[in-house]
């Protein structure tokens, strides 16, 4: 089954072959504001060594420890199954400005390979509790209009649209039953 832990060494190598797969659909380019492209730009390209892993763990201690101006703190979890790396969801640990308008409390990404699964929806649903652990009642998670992927994912864990602003939906979903 699979499961959300925090970042590992132990999963360096199988964490390489989806960063490659996020490379190889075109993240991680010089125009990537995603966290994705700050983690690739901080920690470099997979590059099969164990100082790779070592930098990317250190990204995501710092992103909780001690974020960078304009970030509030927030952690990141690998959804795995078993050695293999499956997706990454990052939990904000609460909002700023930018955040309440657009950005949201979680973003995710599921690996190319391992897409329509639903990995994404189970996920999302596993991170909720972290997210009521933090205090956080209702989480606000927000898409592209376009994505639909990540709709339905919001809407199978319950999301209740609140409005739109510019391209994105922002929707907000009880962190507790
Ligand atoms: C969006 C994303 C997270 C979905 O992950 P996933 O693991 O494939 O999602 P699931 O398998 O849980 O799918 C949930 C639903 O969305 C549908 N779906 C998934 N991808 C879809 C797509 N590209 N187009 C249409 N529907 C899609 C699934 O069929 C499923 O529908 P169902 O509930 O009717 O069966 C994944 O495509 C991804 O990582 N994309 C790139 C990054 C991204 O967009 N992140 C979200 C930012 S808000």
Redesign the pocket.
């Known amino acids: 089954m699979p499961e959300l832990i925090l970042p590992t060494a132990r999963l360096g190598p199988s964490y390489a072959e989806t960063v490659h797969e996020f490379i190889a659909e075109g993240r991680g380019g010089p125009d990537d504001r995603s966290l994705l492209g700050d983690l690739l730009r901080e920690a470099g390209r997979p590059d099969g060594t164990e100082q790779w892993i070592e930098r990317v763990l250190d990204f995501e201690r710092t992103l909780i420890t001690d974020p960078p101006a304009h970030f509030v703190p927030a952690t990141t979890y690998w959804w795995t199954d078993g050695d293999t790396h499956l997706g990454r969801i990052n939990l904000r640990h609460h909002l700023n400005e930018d955040l309440s308008d657009i950005g949201g409390h979680i973003?995710?990404?599921?690996r190319p390979t391992?897409?329509?699964?639903?990995?994404?929806?189970a996920m999302l649903a596993a991170v909720l509790p972290h997210a009521a652990a933090l205090g956080i009642d209702k989480a606000l998670v927000?898409?592209d209009v376009e994505?639909?992927?990540?709709r339905?994912?919001i809407e199978?864990n319950g999301g209740v649209l609140e409005d739109q602003r510019g391209d994105k939906l922002r929707y907000w979903v009880a962190t507790a039953p």
Not at 107 to 110: A, L, N, P, Q, R
Not at 114 to 121: E, S, V, Y
Not at 147 to 150: C, F, I, R
């Open positions: 973003g995710y990404d599921i391992a897409r329509r699964q639903g990995h994404a929806t927000t898409c994505n639909t992927g990540s339905k994912v199978a």
